[in-house]
């Protein structure tokens, strides 16, 4: 039987992470992929003790790998966009079938690169690109091809998903429990992509087109990260029955379609509110099959090389009836390719949490709630502490009723403005997520 060779660029957690379990489960895999799949070639720039490579040749120049014509299919493992561009276009270019797990060089070069690998009929296949192990990609591609996907909503950033689980479970710091994330090889190279909603982006921008079958479109995405979470704030939303998650959201509806990416209250008995650590979830409504939900391990060496490795035999069976890209790419490439156009935030609507400090004497609470009235949002819930011994200042939480960001937006202003109001007022949208 011939074995499908692959060309494995990058030793990192997942370049590593993916070498050995190539290994350790070789027989198994060979098994569902109908022939053996076998490492011929690794292109790195610096090894890996995590990884002895037995004897596999290694490329310190990756291009070699993308040249090589023993290698059937390329890996790329390496990260970043420019060289991860340039290795995935001459892979393409020489005929080789392409895996990556990198989502920001689908989310921003994606079209581009899917249309190159149509004209030369060969695979992009990205699964470990988007969640981790989770297999969401396929998912959305095959099992809910019947559907017309309402929304789906993700914590899909498993390293901002750990920092919020831990400042609310054992009330760590930020930065303390970020600096975890990075030693446990979850956050990227940069983690300032992790906490600024980035990474998260790029892996909305890539579901979302596959859900509403749009082109790619990373400069669309709105993008908050979860820096201005505070102890405070977790404590707040557990008073009011809620969870702060970072999320990415997608909505499709008569105005277009919503792209979003945000700290976001979610009520406590939600599925989704539950999952927790490094953990991503993926809570995805289609029309016929109503919602559905996708968990496991967003990030990590062998939860991302599962992805990886279910890419290639997906590509070893193509191979062996001679075909490429048996299921299309999705709406990046494929015939039903449609743009919608994008909701803008100030018109998105969404219930509010507002933090607010305000001096303790009365009038205050009434000149607030007055100016939410005239901005036509009602107050669904409010708390106000009494204030510590000596403590003239009183934090003070509104939690609102649906309202578009730009009615928000006016009302914070004008209470900002008011002269018992201190700093700037704290907004976080809730999702109820019930349809
Ligand atoms: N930094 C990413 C995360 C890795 O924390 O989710 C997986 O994409």
Redesign the pocket.
């Known amino acids: 039987m011939k074995a499908v060779r692959i060309g494995l660029c990058g030793l990192g957690t997942v370049g590593g992470g993916t070498f050995r379990l190539l290994a350790s489960n070789a027989d198994l895999i060979a098994g569902r992929a109908d022939t053996p799949i076998e490492v011929v070639r690794v292109g790195a720039r610096r090894d890996n003790p995590d990884c002895p490579l037995g004897g596999v040749p290694v490329s310190r120049d990756i291009f070699e790998v993308a040249r090589d014509p023993e290698v059937d299919i390329l890996v790329e493992l390496i990260g970043g966009t420019d060289t991860a561009r340039e290795l995935v276009e001459a892979a393409i270019d020489n005929g080789k079938h392409v895996v990556t797990?990198n989502?920001a060089l689908i989310a921003e070069h994606g079209n581009a690169l899917f249309a190159r690998a149509a004209r030369r009929g060969v695979s992009l296949r990205f699964e470990a690109?988007v969640a981790?192990g989770i297999p969401i990609i396929k998912a959305l591609r095959e099992g809910l091809a019947g559907n017309r996907i309402e929304w789906l909503a993700g914590i899909?950033?498993?390293?901002?998903n750990?920092i919020l689980t831990e400042m609310r479970d054992k009330r760590r710091a930020f930065a303390d429990v970020l600096a975890e994330?990075q030693a446990l090889g979850?956050?990227?190279a940069d983690p300032t992509?992790?906490v600024e909603g980035i990474?998260a982006a790029h892996?909305l921008a890539i579901l979302a087109a596959l859900a509403f079958g749009t082109p790619l479109n990373m400069n669309a995405v709105f993008a908050e990260g979860i820096t201005g979470i505070t102890p405070l704030d977790v404590d707040f939303v557990k008073e009011l029955g809620y969870r702060i998650k970072h999320l990415g959201i997608a909505r499709q509806s008569p105005a277009g379609v919503e792209l979003r990416v945000h700290p976001t209250l979610i009520p406590k008995r939600r599925l989704l509110a539950n999952v927790d650590g490094?953990k991503?979830a993926v809570l995805v409504e289609g029309d016929a099959v109503g919602p559905t939900l996708y968990y496991g391990a967003?990030?990590g060496a062998e939860p991302?090389a599962s992805a990886v490795i279910a890419d290639l035999v997906d590509i070893a069976r193509d191979i062996a009836v001679g075909q490429s890209d048996r299921v299309p790419a999705g709406g990046f490439a494929g015939s039903a390719v449609r743009d919608l156009p994008v909701v803008p935030m100030a018109d998105v609507q969404t219930p509010w949490y507002l933090r607010m400090e305000a001096e303790d004497r009365p009038g205050v609470m009434s000149a607030v709630t007055r100016i939410f009235s005239e901005q036509g949002i009602s107050i669904e819930g409010l708390i106000q502490k009494a204030p510590s011994a000596g403590e003239a200042r009183v934090p003070v939480v509104v939690l609102t009723n649906t309202a578009a960001q730009s009615q928000v937006d006016e009302a914070v202003l004008q209470i900002e403005a008011l002269p018992t109001i201190y700093g700037s007022i704290t907004r976080i949208r809730v999702e109820t997520l019930d349809g």
């Not at 899909?156 to 901002?160: A, F, K, R, Y």
């Open positions: 797990a989502k690109a981790g899909i950033n498993g390293t901002t750990f994330a979850y956050a990227e992509f992790d990474d892996k490094v991503n967003g990030a991302t």
